[in-house]
């Protein structure tokens, strides 16, 4: 018979102590949890590696400096079909982010007015975009981008298409628009609008400092975009109008001159800014209710105005309330924007997609899908952290 | 001694009425209408644009509409044409099951209001045996849609049209929320590894679309498991929307877990109980309970989501929606087709949010 072994306080050890004991249980757990991943990661890769292998595809991002062979129609960076792979995905991010953008300025535009319009004491108004918001939370987004899509490649032909003042037309292909012209000069109107922004944001520091020690108040805002809008204007004409706008002309076939707007990015905007939108008006509606009636009260018993009360008052407590869901409604709706491959907008997802289809390099091309979307969401939830921290030191 | 002046009448002086332009219609309107000049020009404009809206809309879907007939060519006025709804019904509800074997969809469809009962409302009658009859539910349900034990075996590439977003959703939401609380319980876990390997999974699904999560179940998984396990392609949807919810579920049960005070945790412990039988008996009910109107909304987003389905071929609701509009019998459709599937998904989501909405007032009153 063997002597059971000691443990360090001398007792016996006891193989049913390592599930009483909370500690060593504790132990046990992770090390079978760890095991288990271990197993299923093991059995994942030598099933990856024995089917790679029996495909006869090579693993590795070496694919990204092939030609790639296929066309993009909207592009924001030049590409042609003889570019490699890797440009392909970069046009296609670059799309991403395009739609993106112009969602996100849009859906907070619209959220931000139906969120107070809701709130609106006008019966009418607030029905009406209750109704809007209700139904556009409530039908799939991607019903509603087929739909835009539908409805816009439904245009009449480009031989009849629908004139917007003889300077804008829209047809099955999209909208075309009359493109600017940069001619010499224009560069100091640009440089003039950098400056009035940044003589505008000074002007507003000296206005609050000012305001602080003397209690004087000074329009910095109106004062503020004048300087924004009037500088380059003024510069404008100075230089003899330096901006000259490329009109489209209907020709036999299409259109010459100006620029195009693809129906497939009309149609993902326009959902996914209304769809975002009507979330965003939700959150913007819960952020105003959030601040306690009390405020504004107090702040018209201090003699403020009701704009100076919502500007001043309501609105910076609200925000504390607001900002948070609505950076999260913007990562949705960039996830969102993948949809697009549903009606061949291309995006990261779509051309991903095709070079997969093309390359079989199936993993690689997942992969960077995960990591681009990964990495976006860890960034705004970077941002979201800081935001908190920012104003948890505003709050007493 | 001072006597302060008095005008005294016997009777009592009657209150007069509120002014006119304040009670009553006008006065309704006035204060929710007209209430200033920019109130009116807005309420003025909206007027207009839904005089302009409504009755054309009446007009196209009701009064000029086409209801009868075999193919778009039978559509000859300018109203809308509702023909394909009597030809295609079947299509949009059971995609292409078999139509001598769609009663077992419609009995499971029926059955599914018995078992979400005992779950949703209070007060069922038998909410003990109906509780019961919700955990065997599912493999009820499989076995009616799929078959076997008598019933003739359905494969899963014939589910279609609504009756594939429902399964879908309903598997995903059910499947997901074992996997569910044991994330949030891992999240919330004093054990590193544990912790960290729930926060990784919960991040890493939460931070992709699911569109991406559909076409790794589409190209990835069959590259992972060996060549003889092959899933069908129903099977392998569901496997990654559950991961998908579960992802979301767990931080709606993790914010259910929060809500409970700290109270209730320590009281557990001083009652001597166990990590498990405190959470099992004292904390996870009270906060699955309060997590009720939040698993609601998962389902709603997923039952949307379940539409995302078409990218990988699957032929939802919308699959046939599309499928039709481009059909030559139907082309230029898509207005039709797609105003009744939204209007569908409408109906569903709404309902559903208004009752987690409602769901959420009884227990918010039921704490305090």
């Known amino acids: 018979m063997s002597t059971p072994a000691l443990n360090d306080k001398g007792e016996q050890f006891d193989v049913r102590r390592l599930l009483t004991d909370e500690r060593s249980r504790g132990i046990v757990l992770q090390l079978a949890v ?34 790639a062979f296929f ?22 991010f670059l799309n991403t982010i395009l739609v993106s953008a112009l969602g996100i300025i849009a859906a907070t535009l619209i959220g931000f007015s139906a969120g107070v319009l809701r709130l609106s004491p006008n019966w009418l108004i607030s029905r009406v975009v209750t109704a809007y918001v209700e139904f556009t939370r409530n039908v799939p987004v991607l019903l509603q981008i087929i739909f835009w899509w539908a409805t816009l490649t439904a245009l009449p032909k480009v031989r009849d298409s629908l004139s917007l003042g003889d300077a804008a037309f829209l047809n099955n292909r999209g909208i075309r628009l009359p493109a600017p012209i940069f001619e010499p000069g224009m560069e100091w109107v640009i440089g003039a609008a950098v400056v009035g922004i940044v003589a505008a944001v000074i002007l507003g520091r000296w206005a609050r400092k000012r305001q602080d020690q003397t209690g004087q108040i000074f329009p910095s805002g ?76 107090a702040a018209f018993a201090l003699g403020l105005r009701s704009n100076q009360t919502m500007r001043m008052i309501v609105i910076p407590q609200a925000l504390r309330v607001i900002i948070p869901p609505l950076t999260s ?29 093309q390359s079989g390099q199936t993993l690689e091309v997942v992969g960077i899908w995960m990591a681009v979307y990964l990495s976006l969401s860890l960034l705004t939830s970077a941002y979201m952290n800081w935001y908190n921290k920012r104003i948890a030191l505003v709050e007493r | ?43 003025l404009v909206t007027l207009y644009i839904l005089w302009l809206a409504i009755p054309s809309f009446i007009g196209w879907a009701f009064i000029d509409a086409q209801l009868a007939g075999n193919d778009r060519f039978a559509c000859t006025g ?152 092959a899933l069908d392609s129903v099977i392998r949807v569901i496997v990654m929307v559950t991961a998908f919810a579960s992802a979301y579920m767990a931080e709606v049960i993790r914010g259910g877990l929060q809500a409970i005070p700290k109270g209730q945790y320590e009281a557990a412990q001083a009652m001597g109980l166990n990590y498990s039988k405190a959470m099992r008996l004292i904390i996870l009910p009270q906060a ?81």
Request: aromatic share 12%; glycine share 8%.
């Open chain 1, 34 to 67: 760890l095991l288990a991943v271990a197993l299923v990661i093991a059995f994942i890769t030598s099933n990856t590696l024995a089917n790679l292998q029996r495909a006869g595809l090579a693993s590795g991002f070496g694919f990204l400096d092939d030609t």
């Open chain 1, 71 to 92: 066309d993009i129609n909207q592009k924001l960076i030049d590409y042609t079909s003889q570019s490699t792979f890797g440009r392909a995905l970069v046009v296609g």
């Open chain 1, 222 to 297: 109106w004062a503020g975009l004048g300087l924004i809008i009037g500088l380059p204007l003024i510069v404008y004409f100075l230089l003899g109008q330096p901006l000259e706008w490329d009109v489209p002309v209907r020709k036999r076939f299409n259109f010459q001159g100006g620029f195009n707007i693809t129906p497939e990015l009309i149609a993902l905007w326009l959902a996914l800014a209304t769809y975002t939108g009507a979330f965003i008006s939700e959150i913007v509606r819960s952020g105003i209710l959030s601040v306690s009636r009390g405020q504004s009260e």
């Open chain 1, 329 to 357: 409604q913007y990562l949705n709706l960039t996830k969102n924007s993948s949809l697009a491959v549903a009606i061949g907008y291309q995006d990261l997802v779509s051309i991903g997609g095709t070079i997969l289809f």
């Open chain 2, 1 to 43: 001694m001072y006597e302060p002046f008095h005008r005294t009448t016997d009777d009592m002086l009657r209150e007069r009425p509120a002014p006119a332009a304040t009670v009553g219609v006008i006065g309704w309107l006035r204060t929710n209408l007209f209430a200033g000049w920019i109130n009116t020009a807005l309420t």
């Open chain 2, 78 to 229: 300018d109203g809308a044409c509702w023909a394909w709804l009597d030809q295609r019904i079947n299509q949009f509800l059971y995609g292409f099951y078999p139509s001598e074997e769609t009663w077992r969809v419609n009995i499971a469809f029926v059955l599914l209001f018995p078992a979400l009962a005992p779950w949703l409302m209070e007060n069922v009658p038998g909410d003990r045996y109906l509780r019961w009859f919700s955990v065997a539910y599912p493999v009820i349900a499989t076995i009616l849609l799929v078959g076997g034990f008598g019933l003739e075996v359905v494969q899963t590439d014939k589910f279609g049209g609504f009756m594939l977003n429902l399964t879908v959703g309903l598997a995903g939401i059910v499947l997901s929320l074992p996997i569910g609380i044991v994330l949030a319980l891992g999240r919330q876990s004093r054990l590193p590894l544990i912790r960290w390997f729930s926060i990784i999974f919960i991040e890493a699904v939460r931070g992709v679309p699911l569109i991406t999560l559909l076409f790794v179940s589409n190209i990835i998984l069959p590259i992972f498991l060996p060549p003889d396990m």
């Open chain 2, 288 to 368: 699955l309970k309060i997590s009720i109107p939040g698993i609601v909304n998962t389902f709603i987003g997923l039952f949307k989501d379940t539409t995302l389905v078409i990218v990988i071929g699957l032929f939802d609701i919308l699959g046939i929606a599309n499928a039709m509009v481009s059909n030559p019998d139907w082309l230029g459709l898509s207005t039709e087709t797609y105003v009744v599937v939204a209007l569908f998904f409408f109906s569903v989501c709404f309902s559903m949010s208004r009752y987690s909405i409602r769901l959420e007032r009884r227990l918010d009153t039921d704490k305090r």
